[in-house]
Structure formats: structure tokens, C-alpha cells
T-cell receptor, first 111, second 113 residues
């Protein structure tokens, strides 16, 4: 079992839909949780960062962490075709700064 | 442009050969990280350098090595290449001590034939 599990998709949604992307993990030492977005032929870019449990909102994006269930989510409201990309979750244990990445979920938002 | 520069963008080489990938970190960043991204393994951490010194090591093969120079640019050397080494290789940089906020380059796509 990998430390971080993420469904590779693809997830195809119509424009304007609410998108839910998820990761599960097995290492209870993870304390920092991040979401990266990766466009084709580009490197990942940091979207959201949260520490421990709770929610964080940034515009159309909401990151949610449930440490008791070892489950994190990224919600995208009013999805746009420009949101089409691969979304990778990443997690860092306390005392470290090297993240473990999920394999990424491919999202396609069609007009 | 993320500020992290990787060259070359594409590389095609034969099995058994050796290649060098280059990375210039974002201005002010002292740490450089190398990652390998493949379809089956996802993004795998290889190695980190901080201000010229090796700081952390991940799943890096013995055939691979890296170094960081005084001007902070870094090189990843891959030798005795195998077909399975075909992947995207990313460099990222960060300010030391940050536990988030990697800035990635656009990667080098290596194809071993």
C-alpha cells in the first residue's frame, strides 16, 4: 500500500460544476497538506497549503483535511475549462520538509 | 515562468549512455530538489541539496548522482541508462526551512531508446 493514494481519473465534468478531488493516506505523522496543479508539459505549482485538520478557502478553491479519517479533499467551485489539469496532493510529516506526493488526478472541464 | 530554469527540455539517448540535467533555482532559494515523475510511480523525490551540500536523499539509484555548485545551480547525472529511466525529471527550489511552497521548473523529458 502506498503512503498516499489518489485516484488517477480522468474526472470529466461540465463547466460550472463543483469538483471534488480526494486523497487518502496511511502515515499518521503527516501534518502539512498541500495541493498542486500541473498543466500539461509544465511543473506542478502550489495551489493550497493547510496545516493539520480543518478547512482553508482561497477563491473558488477549498482544501479540507480530516486527520481522523486520514482523508483530504480539494473542492473547486464554478469549474472552468482552464482548471483542466492534473491535481496532485502532497503531505509532509512533522519535522521534515520533503513532501510525499500522490500520483495525481487528471481533471477535464468541458465547455 | 516559475523562476526555476531546467535544461534541456527534451533529451533522447540510448541505453547505456550518460546524461546531465541542469537546474538553476529561483533567485534567493538555497535548496534544490530533484524529482522523477513517471506514469506508474508518480512524483518521486530523488535528492536535495542545500547551499552546496547534500541534505536529504530519497529513492535515488546508485547510477544517479547530483551536485550543487557555488552559484547554486545543480546538475543531475544519470549514467548506464536503462529504458525504465525514461521519465520527466523535475527540479524544484525553496527557501530553506519552508515546509511548503516548492517552486518547480518545467522539467526535462528524458527518453531512453
Amino acid at each position: 500500500q502506498k503512503e498516499v493514494e489518489q485516484d488517477p481519473g480522468p474526472l470529466s465534468v461540465p463547466e460550472g460544476a463543483i469538483v471534488s478531488l480526494n486523497c487518502t493516506y496511511s502515515n499518521s505523522a503527516f501534518q502539512y497538506f498541500m495541493w498542486y496543479r500541473q498543466y500539461s508539459r509544465k511543473g506542478p505549482e502550489l495551489l493550497m497549503y493547510t496545516y493539520s485538520s480543518g478547512n482553508k478557502e482561497d477563491g473558488r478553491f477549498t482544501a479540507q483535511v480530516d486527520k481522523s479519517s486520514k482523508y483530504i479533499s480539494l473542492f473547486i467551485r464554478d469549474s472552468q475549462p482552464s482548471d483542466s489539469a492534473t491535481y496532485l496532493c502532497a503531505m509532509i510529516p512533522g519535522g521534515s520538509y520533503i513532501p510525499t506526493f500522490g500520483r495525481g488526478t487528471s481533471l477535464i472541464v468541458h465547455p | 515562468d516559475s523562476g526555476v530554469t531546467q535544461t534541456p527540455k527534451h533529451l533522447i539517448t540510448a541505453t547505456g549512455q550518460r546524461v546531465t540535467l541542469r537546474c538553476s533555482p529561483r533567485s534567493g532559494d538555497l535548496s534544490v530538489y530533484w524529482y522523477q515523475q513517471s506514469l506508474d510511480q508518480g512524483l518521486q523525490f530523488l535528492i536535495q541539496y542545500y547551499n552546496g551540500e547534500e541534505r536529504a536523499k530519497g529513492n535515488i539509484l546508485e547510477r544517479f548522482s547530483a551536485q550543487q555548485f557555488p552559484d547554486l545551480h545543480s546538475e543531475l547525472n544519470l549514467s548506464s541508462l536503462e529504458l525504465g529511466d525514461s521519465a520527466l525529471y523535475f527540479c524544484a527550489s525553496s527557501v530553506e526551512g519552508q515546509s511548503y511552497g516548492y517552486t518547480f521548473g518545467s522539467g526535462t523529458r528524458l527518453t531512453v531508446v
